[in-house]
């Protein structure tokens, strides 16, 4: 019998979002909060879909997270600099709130930064960096996560699975998109592991004792590593510097201090930056562009997010496919 049903983006919109508002995040929260999770599942990012809707509602029972906060945005119209304070909200909606600012600074000034501040952050972030590159501009975010990473060389957890996302605009078709923990793989891979009762491969974490393990929950309980060793811990240290030091908000470990072990959503900041791609006058950036990922195909390599906007197609004509045991629970969360 086959286990999936499908349904339109809405739909499962409609069934998530009513599903945070029965858990008692406001209308605009649950809705914002909604599109992110729908979007994961939407291209198969499984690891930040439909499977966090229980750690958000955790979060909000476990009074981390201000379930009707309203974003603060401050800037100065002849500056490129934004603030939005999520005041403890989920970050969705404060991205929601300050992004169209970001790209209208960066297309005026050239390059503009918005940080993120006091945010509840569990989602992905190659929805933002894609829609600012819809918006016409190119753009990097980045934010500390909760410490669950041991830096190259060390045991201990110190470093966030910091993830660095990156959009460039393409005319005319998809953006250029990557997006990725700079630990081997994010937190969210290691708990679909130890769900779904499967190994992870070598070299994803160390036990509590600093030994190379393959036990989810042993790698839960020790530390992961970083990606591609000491320069993996290069980039996740400098996204703490950038996306907590700089914009004034709290490191993996100071968040971790918050969570005093709940294993609750982190609550840090986040920082984009947006560049206009003709900020330093070049001629032809999309033609310029095009001559260089065609080559990428040329050869047979695939491109990041080559995978995920196959997906989505596939969701966009058949539906998302969620498994029946998903949708009945959705449909009760929804209903109470
Ligand atoms: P993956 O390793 O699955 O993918 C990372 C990127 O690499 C994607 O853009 C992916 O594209 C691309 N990619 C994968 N394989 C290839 C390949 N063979 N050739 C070219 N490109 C490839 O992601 P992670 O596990 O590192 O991270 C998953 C998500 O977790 C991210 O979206 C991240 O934002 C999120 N995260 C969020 C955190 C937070 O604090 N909020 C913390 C850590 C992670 P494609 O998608 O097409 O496969
Ligand atoms: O998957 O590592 C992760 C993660 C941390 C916070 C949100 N996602």
Redesign the pocket.
């Known amino acids: 019998m086959n286990d999936q049903v499908y349904l339109s983006f809405d739909a499962l919109h409609h069934l998530v979002s009513a599903a945070l508002s029965g858990g008692g995040l406001s209308a605009r929260h649950a809705d914002a909060v909604a599109r992110v999770i729908v979007k994961a599942e939407r291209?198969q990012?499984r690891?930040?879909g439909l499977y966090r809707i229980a750690g958000v509602l955790k979060t909000l029972q476990g009074g981390v997270a201000e379930a009707e906060a309203v974003p603060e945005i401050s800037h100065s119209d002849d500056k490129p600099i934004i603030k939005v304070n999520a005041r403890g909200g989920f970050s969705p909606l404060a991205f929601e709130c300050g992004a169209p600012l970001l790209a209208e600074k960066a297309g005026r000034f050239g390059i503009a930064a918005m940080a993120i501040n006091d945010c509840v952050?569990?989602?992905?972030?190659?929805p933002e960096v894609e829609q600012l590159a819809e918006a016409g501009v190119a753009a990097l975010a980045m934010?500390p996560?909760n410490a669950y990473v041991a830096p190259a060389g060390g045991i201990r957890k110190l470093l966030?699975?910091?993830?660095l996302?990156f959009a460039w605009p393409c005319t005319g078709g998809l953006p250029y998109?990557?997006?990725?923990?700079t630990?081997v793989?994010?937190?969210?891979?290691v708990e679909l592991h130890r769900l779904d009762n499967t190994p992870l491969p070598q070299g994803w974490a160390i036990d509590a004792e600093g030994r190379p393990t393959t036990d989810p929950a042993a790698a839960l309980d020790g530390a992961l590593l970083t990606f591609g060793a000491h320069k993996g811990s290069a980039v996740a240290t400098m996204i703490e510097l950038l996306a907590g030091v700089l914009i004034g908000d709290l490191l993996s470990i100071e968040s971790s201090a918050l969570d005093n072990g709940r294993l609750l959503a982190?609550r840090h900041g986040e920082l984009l930056i947006a560049f206009a791609p003709d900020a330093f006058g070049a001629a032809s950036p999309a033609a310029h562009t095009q001559k260089l990922l065609a080559e990428f195909t040329a050869q047979g390599?695939?491109?990041?997010?080559?995978?995920?906007?196959a997906a989505r197609a596939q969701s966009l004509s058949r539906g998302i496919g969620i498994s029946r045991e998903n949708l009945a629970k959705l449909q009760q969360m929804s209903s109470g």
């Open positions: 291209d990012c690891s930040h952050h569990f989602s992905a972030l190659w934010c996560s966030g699975t910091n993830p996302a998109v990557f997006d990725f923990a630990s793989a994010a937190r969210g891979e982190p390599a695939r491109l990041p997010s080559q995978r995920r906007y």
